[in-house]
């Protein structure tokens, strides 16, 4: 396993922008495809988004549009960036090697 450590979550407006990184203990960023999952309270983790080692990505019905998912591999950081946040965004958002490895969560806030 490797230690993911995701920041830059926060409390926003609807509407708001946020741009989550998530930042790798080893080099894995560029051999493993990777995700974004969240949880709010009381539901199940879901998924969010994802980007292959070739740079494909996909996303959940709920996000698509407004999110986007990319990678840099000479940093070893994987970026959410979120735009017109919606309450129901609401929730912990957890960086994934899609494999073995989550990182501990950042928590994202949307209210007014």
């Known amino acids: 396993q490797v230690q993911l450590v995701e920041s830059g979550g926060g409390l926003v407006q609807p509407g708001g922008t946020l741009r989550l990184s998530c930042v790798a203990s080893?080099?894995?960023?560029?051999?493993?495809?990777m995700g974004w999952y969240r949880q709010a309270p009381g539901k199940q983790r879901e998924f969010v988004a994802s980007?292959?080692?070739?740079?494909?990505?996909n996303y959940a019905d709920a996000v698509k549009g407004r999110f986007t998912i990319s990678r840099d591999n000479p940093k070893n950081t994987v970026t959410l960036q979120m735009n017109s946040l919606k309450p129901e965004d609401t929730a912990a958002y957890y960086c994934?090697?899609?494999?073995?490895?989550w990182g501990q969560g950042t928590q994202v806030t949307v209210s007014s």
């Open positions: 994934t090697n899609l494999f073995d490895s």
């Open positions: 080893r080099g894995i960023v560029s051999i493993y495809d």
């Open positions: 980007i292959t080692t070739g740079g494909s990505t």
